[in-house]
Nanobody, 125 residues
Framework: VQLQASGGGLVQPGGSLRLSCAIS????????VGWFRQAPGKEREFVAG????????AYEDSVKGRFTISRDNAKNTVDLQMNSLKPEDTAVYYC???????????????????WGQGTLVTVSS
């Protein structure tokens, strides 16, 4: 499976961005797709995840109520709508996918074998 992330950019605090992860190459209906981020000098952390066939979602606590993950069957994408952005959201954002991810491992980057390239999100005035 191949993943292609897009949609990053520069936005002011309080603004919004929508990231998109285009997925191809396999029957990914049984996959879990996650968004992770890595800020300079920090470890990669989980942001949000969705199970494609059930739409079950999970979020990191600091983004709950601000970010929404969704999937689009027609476009074969998993999108991350990010609202009320804060400077601490600045990071390179990655999408990842794997069919072996379960509820207890959805936040663990080691559970994902397939990764897209990152897209940079900068929140600054």
């Amino acid at each position: 499976v191949q993943l292609q992330a897009s949609g990053g950019g520069l936005v002011q605090p309080g603004g919004s961005l929508r990231l998109s992860c285009a997925i191809s190459g396999d029957t990914f209906r049984s996959y879990v797709v996650g968004w992770f981020r890595q800020a300079p000098g920090k470890e990669r952390e989980f942001v949000a995840g969705i199970r494609w066939n059930s739409r079950h979602t999970a979020y990191e606590d600091s983004v709950k109520g601000r970010f929404t993950i969704s999937r689009d069957n027609a476009k074969n994408t998993v999108d991350l709508q990010m609202n009320s952005l804060k400077p601490e959201d600045t990071a390179v954002y990655y999408c990842a996918a794997d069919r072996g991810v379960i509820t207890s491992t959805i936040r663990d980057s080691r559970a994902y074998d397939h990764w897209g390239q990152g897209t940079l999100v900068t929140v600054s005035s």
